[in-house]
């Protein structure tokens, strides 16, 4: 990203994600967070998820189908990440609510390759198919979908494209105005 960095140290990568994560679930009853698990952010994301223990309904994982070259030598290649499904009321229960979806029809491990970039400078973009699956599996029509990472807007069109109301949340004005131009 050119204006953000989330190479933070630990402590404060985990009182950064600890703080996004509590208030997504102060506002809203079902929470995706979507993290790639990498050896420098390895204790802090398993410390998030002793943190809202109580609250992990689910773990997706994120096949990305095709592995990311690894950085150097000696470092195995990464071809997934982890969607924590984080839920405020009865959390411990397997069903869910909201799920649009039929019995023995969604798995937790999704086969979906990764996003194309919208924009040179933004590499962390998510594909609309990953969007778009959450949204349609596990929100009604009208429901209104809050992404804190608004980033470029990929689930802001996956809202559009599926009736759902959107909020995003963006730093970056020029990331912003691609998504609004999206």
């Not at 050119?2 to 994560?21: A, C, H, Q, T």
Request: aromatic fraction near 12%; proline fraction near 3%.
């Amino acid at each position: 990203y050119e204006r953000f960095s989330d190479n933070l140290p630990m402590d404060e990568y985990f009182e950064f994600n600890r703080s996004v994560i509590f208030e997504c679930l102060r506002i809203s009853d079902l929470v995706f967070y979507n993290v790639q698990i990498l050896t420098g952010n390895k204790p802090a994301l398993f410390k998030l998820l002793g943190e809202f223990s109580e609250n992990v309904k689910e773990l997706i994982v994120w096949d990305k189908v095709n592995a990311q070259p690894a950085i150097c030598n000696g470092v195995m290649n990464s071809q997934f990440e982890v969607l924590i499904v984080l839920q405020r009321s009865a959390p411990e229960s397997r069903s869910f609510k909201t799920a649009m979806f039929d019995r023995g029809t969604l798995s937790n491990v999704w086969n979906i390759k990764r996003g194309k970039k919208v924009d040179k400078s933004h590499g962390a973009v998510f594909p609309i198919e990953l969007a778009e699956k959450v949204i349609s599996s596990f929100a009604e029509e009208e429901a209104t979908i809050l992404d804190p990472f608004m980033g470029v807007g990929t689930t802001g069109v996956a809202c559009k494209n599926l009736c759902r109301n959107f909020i995003g949340i963006e730093l970056d004005e020029k990331y912003f105005k691609i998504a609004q131009d999206r």
